[in-house]
DNA sequence: ACCCAGGGTCATA
DNA sequence: TATGACCATGGG
């Protein structure tokens, strides 16, 4: 019962997050291309730059000139790169038929045919599956890197796909033998929903971890931190 | 004047 | 397969 734990625990001391930050499945696409290796502030005023110009579709992200888009995403930083992945990422969104046509494939199918784009990596991809196509996907960033190898969960040579399947994996053990009390409804019904809400908490609260040492105050030991039993 | 952010690709060995 | 260079803005 350990990441549950860890779950518990981040919200009880956050909260719930309603994650992603973005109004439709689209922006929540297009946000998850910007926010790499990126402050979501920055993020959020290339989107707005975006829509104020009327440019935040895929048709039109497609058919704009480079140097244009370019300028729009501008605060997001890399802009040349992302103003590329951005039309590859849009072109073969409309190729496939966009969410309709997308709505289709099995997960498995799905995140291949992300994962095939030029600029949309791991992270990427699922971000996208999970906040945009409420797939059942766990989300492995920088930060849940940190926490969890910090903690002790998970080794630190683990990859990206160890680590994604290990909290899938630990996730559903451990959910398969919680016993709740007579009667009440779980508040995280689906995987998606669990995933969803935890992978919010693990950013909301990597803001607040310390980078450096590993076994920093500041961030692990204090009373708030899940790392705490 | 640093350091960093919700990564990913490409060249090289 | 594994490391390093590169991309670039804005906030602390």
Redesign the pocket.
Known sequence: MRFLTVFERLLEHHGSQG???GETPFEVMV??VL????????VE?AITNLQQAGALSPGAISEAPHHLLAQWI??A?????KARRLQNFCRWYLEQGGHDGLSGWDTGALRHGLLSV????????D?MLL?AFDRPVFVI???TRRIFTRLGLVEDEAGYEDMRLRFEQALAEEKRRTRRAPGRRARYRGRAALFNEYHALI?VHG?DVC?KSPLCARCCLRRSCPSRQ
Do not use: I, L, M, S
Not at 77 to 81: A, T
Not at 118 to 125: D, I, K, L, M, S
């Open positions: 994650w992603w930050p946000g998850a926010t790499q290796n990126t402050a979501w502030t920055n005023r501008r605060p930083g890399y802009f040349n790169v030029n600029g949309v990596g791991y992270e990427t991809a971000d906040y960033d920088a930060y950013v803001k980078r």
